[in-house]
């Protein structure tokens, strides 16, 4: 059973960064394709960012192309979101989630296509 752990969340000013990290536990983390969501009060929970088994591939939501960054460290089983130029409407949080599927720009964006989720980290942007 894989366990993830996120951490890096905070209240940053806006144009502000933050950088988030996930830290996953009791599996083989290099056999999952990896992805940040992200929920706000009262709306759904939305991808942001998805990476490949070997981080080679990556793929993220259109309101954060340019902004934000997904990477990977297999040999310390993190993987981290890197988050710059925040917005207000970046206020959420964010959840760390690794699927068994492979990764897949064509899925990538579906919350069912994950199996494990992490607790969430409250990330607050102030204009």
């Known amino acids: 059973q894989v366990q993830l752990a996120e951490s890096g969340g905070g209240l940053v000013q806006a144009g502000g960064s933050l950088r988030l990290s996930c830290a996953a536990s009791?599996?083989?983390?290099?056999?999952?394709?990896m992805a940040w969501f992200r929920q706000a009060p009262g709306k759904e929970r939305e991808f942001v960012a998805a990476i490949s088994r070997s981080g080679q591939s990556t793929d993220a939501a259109y309101f954060v192309k340019d902004r934000f960054t997904i990477s990977r460290d297999n040999a310390k089983n993190t993987v981290a979101l890197q988050m710059n130029s925040l917005k207000p409407e970046d206020t959420a949080v964010y959840y760390c989630?690794?699927?068994?599927?492979?990764?897949?720009?064509?899925?990538?964006?579906?919350?069912?296509?994950?199996?494990?989720w992490g607790q969430g980290t409250q990330v607050t942007v102030s204009s």
């Open positions: 009791g599996g083989t983390f290099s056999m999952y394709a």
């Open positions: 989630a690794g699927s068994r599927n492979r990764y897949s720009t064509t899925f990538n964006a579906s919350p069912l296509r994950y199996d494990y």
